[in-house]
């Protein structure tokens, strides 16, 4: 059985279970505190709109680390539905919407997909938010869809500054094809590169901690290499995405065999210590999502430095200061021993102790 036909077939069993939602409300939708694309502080308005989802999943069983297909709508969303879905979401926030805000747009897949967003509703939600006015705007997509065309469609229209979050995941193409299987070649992301290089378009790169299939201190190298080829290429700026284990995903059924772990928070520790310390310049951000529970990265899991650790992450992200990175605990050397015991064993080690 190939690989696309293997994802296939335990993304298929899991989509059984997707509900079926209002089709004219977003999946999420919410304000923060952020860092903008010019390296500035201010607040944003995320909305997650509701879409078919990712085509790449669909066709071939998507990424072994990622489940937003089961956010995605079982049934047809039209493009009233998505228009709906993002004039309700304005209405919402209409009183706390300004024109100094980032302004992001997330399908869980690729915004500039017409199989999940039709032109003409790309084309509707950007002419409303240039009425609106809005400092940036930030979505996401594969890098196959950063064209000079679908530039041009976005640049006709919006006159603020422009972020595309793209999947990079790695720069090594046999862990980003194969352990991930996104279905990128490294040449779709090069193209990425220049074309939004020559539209003034920012690309965040999103960067995959710990990938299956590869040991703890290869993760770490890694992203270190792919992030610093990331910011030599141009990206606006890096978001390492430490694994975590979703259900109905390759890296679940690895993880309940104990042959995977997601990544210590010592790793990430030492990726961004590596990475910011290079390249000083480059705004560095790591998601915290799942960060310090069982399914997502930890250390020892009942060790206190869990918790420390994860608000060190969310401080560092907004202050770029690198010796906020600093911290020790005792529980340091059970990562060091995990390393050096899975160096010299033949497969990924899992979560179980085995020294
Ligand atoms: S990570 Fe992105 S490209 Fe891969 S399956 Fe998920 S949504 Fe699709
Ligand atoms: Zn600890």
Not at 170 to 190: C, D, F, M, Q, Y
Not at 221 to 244: L, Q, V, W
């Amino acid at each position: 059985m190939s690989m696309a036909d293997y994802l296939k077939n335990i993304r298929e069993k899991h989509l059984k279970k997707r509900k079926e939602r209002n089709p004219d409300y977003p999946i999420a939708v919410w304000i923060q505190n952020d860092v903008f694309r010019d390296k500035t502080f201010g607040q944003s308005f995320t909305i997650i709109l509701r879409t078919k989802g990712c085509k790449w999943a669909y066709d071939s069983g998507g990424c072994t680390m990622c489940s937003y297909l089961m956010d995605a709508s079982p049934a047809e969303i039209t493009s009233e539905n998505l228009k709906n879905q993002f004039d309700s979401a304005v209405e919402k926030y209409k009183d706390q919407l300004n024109k100094n805000m980032s302004i992001k747009l997330f399908t869980s897949g690729s915004f500039l997909d017409t199989f999940e967003i039709p032109l003409e509703t790309r084309e509707y939600i950007f002419k409303r938010i240039e009425e609106m006015g809005a400092k940036e705007v930030a979505i996401e997509s594969r890098a196959e869809f950063v064209t000079p065309e679908n530039m041009e469609s976005i640049k006709n229209i919006l006159s603020c500054n422009i972020e595309i979050g793209v999947g990079i995941e790695s720069l090594n193409e046999k862990i980003r094809n194969v352990a991930i299987h996104k279905g990128v070649p490294t040449k779709a992301i090069e193209n990425a590169f220049s074309v939004a290089e020559e539209y003034d378009v920012g690309i965040k790169a999103y960067i995959l901690i710990k990938p299956p299939f590869i040991s703890e201190k290869e993760a770490i190298a890694d992203a270190i290499d792919t992030a610093n080829k990331c910011i030599e290429m141009g990206c606006s700026r890096i978001s390492f995405c430490p694994a975590s284990i979703h259900k109905g995903t390759l890296i679940e059924t690895l993880w309940k065999k104990n042959q995977y772990r997601p990544p210590f928070l010592w790793s990430i520790l030492e990726i961004l210590k590596e990475v910011k310390s290079k390249n000083p310049d480059a705004l560095v951000m790591c998601d915290t999502a799942g960060v310090s529970s069982k399914r997502g990265a930890h250390n020892n899991i009942d060790c206190t430095c869990n918790d420390k650790i994860k608000d060190i992450f969310n401080d560092f992200t907004v202050t770029q200061k690198i010796e906020k990175l600093d911290i020790e605990c005792d529980c340091k050397k059970e990562w060091i021993e995990y390393m050096e015991y899975e160096q010299k064993n033949i497969v990924p080690l899992g979560d179980e102790k085995l020294i």
